[in-house]
Structures are given as structure tokens and as C-alpha cells.
């Protein structure tokens, strides 16, 4: 139990482009979705907390305008990197939970690369 | 805020044991420990919710000490799979939508 689902995998496109990333639960329902980057060999960094049906939350110096996050439903999220540049690429990874005192189930990441 | 995780590195040949800590100036709502392998997504490990807690399952166990500023990991008789590099994500008592915190990270290697 606890999957949770992240496409795509990876992603090569042009500057300029926007790129939209998925992330599902797929057993169960995940009332907080949240989204990491990771730079290699670092450790996680929390890009934003997002609750079904409600705006999402930046952590600081995370641009809201870049990185937009929906939650429509209960077992979807989805974060949109618009007009990407080359220092965007990373490693975007989401988690879901079910409540607080449930552990946070990863997706398997998605690679972006900007050229 | 970012709990301190000690060692940054451990090498372990085939069945040695390892102790991995997570240090927080701060009381703990939660310690969530996760494993993650190269180019891989984090794998949940354990979670730990009270003062004075110890659970584990198989060779693989965590204690969370009774101040709740405190975690370790602990990985006995190691196999090759264990090889990756451990997070201790914490989360602070009102912190905002129960989010994790994540350390640096220790990087487990594990030697036939």
C-alpha cells in the first residue's frame, strides 16, 4: 500500500518551455502533497506544501509565479515549472500523506532538464 | 532548523553494525527516517511520535529519546542493500502543515 505515482520520469525540453509534473496517490487519499527539489548529493529542499482544494504554500524564496501547484482532488497534484531556463534543472520529487501522523510516501521524481 | 545528522559518511563491511544520529535543538512533533538510493526517490523507513520510542522491523531499528530532540537509525548484521544515504526528516511541534524538515544526510556504504 501507500504508492504514490509521479510523471514523467524525466524530461529534456528547450528554454522557454513550461513543464507540468504529476503527482497521484494511488491507495489512498493524501489530504497534504508536497514538493521537493534536490540537487546532487544534497539533501532535500521543500519547495511548497499543498492542501486539497486550497492555495498552496511557498517556503521562502521559492517563486510562486514559477512554480505553480494545483491540487484538484484528493489523490492529485501537480506542479507546472513555466517558462523554464537551464537553472531550473533538477531533480523534482513529490510526497503525499494521509494525515499527520502518517508518514510522507514519495513519487519516484522526475529529471528536468533545460537546454 | 535543520536537525544535524552525524556521521556525513560511514563505510561498514557485510554484517557490521551502524548507528546513524539526528540532532535537533528543538522538541520534536515526529522523526521520519527514509533511505534513498542514487538517482532514486527517498523510501520510507520508520516514523517515530513518542518520547522514549523504540520500534524497528527486521535488522532495522529507530529510538526517539524522551526530550524528543533526539533520533537514531539503527542498521545491525548491514547487507549490500543497505547501501544508500539516509535522511532523518523532523517536524516541529506548530510547524506549519506538519512539514519535514530533512538533514544533510548519511551516506551508508556497505563492502562485500
Known amino acids: 500500500g501507500a504508492v504514490v505515482s509521479q510523471h514523467p520520469s524525466w524530461v529534456i525540453c528547450k528554454s522557454g518551455t513550461s513543464v507540468k509534473i504529476e503527482c497521484r496517490s494511488l491507495d489512498f487519499q493524501a489530504t497534504t502533497m508536497f514538493w521537493y527539489r534536490q540537487f546532487p548529493k544534497q539533501s532535500l529542499m521543500l519547495m511548497a506544501t499543498?492542501?486539497?482544494?486550497?492555495?498552496?504554500?511557498?517556503e521562502q524564496g521559492v517563486e510562486k509565479d514559477k512554480f505553480l501547484i494545483n491540487h484538484a482532488s484528493l489523490t492529485l497534484s501537480t506542479l507546472t515549472v513555466t517558462s523554464a531556463h537551464p537553472e531550473d534543472s533538477s531533480f523534482y520529487i513529490c510526497?503525499?500523506?494521509?494525515?499527520?501522523?502518517?508518514?510522507?510516501?514519495f513519487g519516484d521524481g522526475t529529471r528536468l532538464s533545460i537546454l | 532548523q535543520q536537525p544535524v545528522q552525524s556521521p556525513q559518511a560511514v563505510i561498514l563491511r557485510e554484517g557490521e553494525d551502524a548507528v546513524i544520529n539526528c540532532s535537533s535543538s528543538?522538541?520534536?512533533?515526529?522523526v521520519h527516517w527514509y533511505r534513498q538510493k542514487h538517482g532514486e526517490a527517498p523510501v520510507f523507513l520508520m516514523i517515530?511520535?513518542?518520547?522514549?520510542e523504540q520500534k524497528g522491523h527486521d535488522k532495522i531499528s529507530a529510538s526517539f529519546n524522551e526530550k524528543k530532540q533526539q533520533s537514531s537509525l539503527y542498521l545491525t548484521a548491514s547487507q549490500l542493500s543497505y547501501s544508500g544515504t539516509y535522511f532523518c526528516?523532523?517536524?516541529?511541534?506548530?510547524?506549519?502543515?506538519?512539514?519535514?524538515?530533512f538533514g544533510k544526510g548519511t551516506k551508508l556504504s556497505v563492502k562485500p
Open positions: 528543538k522538541a520534536l512533533y515526529s
Open positions: 510526497s503525499a500523506r494521509e494525515d499527520r501522523n502518517q508518514p510522507q510516501h
Open positions: 499543498s492542501n486539497e482544494g486550497s492555495k498552496a504554500t511557498y
Open positions: 517515530l511520535l513518542k518520547g522514549g
Open positions: 526528516g523532523t517536524e516541529l511541534y506548530g510547524g506549519s502543515q506538519g512539514n519535514l524538515i
